[in-house]
């Protein structure tokens, strides 16, 4: 029902950052929540931000206020800005809406090197 593309992964020093885009097919005005996870090499899938139709925001531990996510509706985009990046943020960040149904972009690969 809605489909999520990804962009804005790369090659990146330590201390760098890195702005995430999850452009979706349709207006996202109506998608009460949308999000990020990230996956590193050989880990398990886990939550990265949470952001709501209303503004709230949720962040999971590990960030420690280094990153930021928010959305345009106007551009049906939504963005993770991650700053002082370390190589543990390396991974596939993917963006997800929950609508009637949860769905998921393909992912953008982010490698952080030291």
């Known amino acids: 029902q809605v489909h999520l593309v990804e962009s804005g992964g790369g090659l990146v020093q330590a201390g760098g950052s890195l702005r995430l885009s999850c452009a979706a097919s349709r207006s996202i005005f109506s998608i009460n929540d949308m999000g990020w996870y990230r996956q590193p090499p050989g880990k398990q899938r886990m939550l990265v931000a949470t952001i709501t139709s209303g503004g709230t925001r949720n962040y999971a531990d590990f960030t420690k206020g280094r990153f930021t996510s928010s959305r345009d509706n106007a551009k049906n985009t939504v963005y993770l800005q991650m700053n002082s990046l370390e190589p543990d943020d390396s991974g596939v960040y993917s963006c997800?809406?929950?609508?009637?149904?949860?769905?998921w972009g393909q992912g953008t690969q982010v490698t952080v090197s030291s």
């Open positions: 997800l809406a929950v609508s009637r149904g949860t769905f």
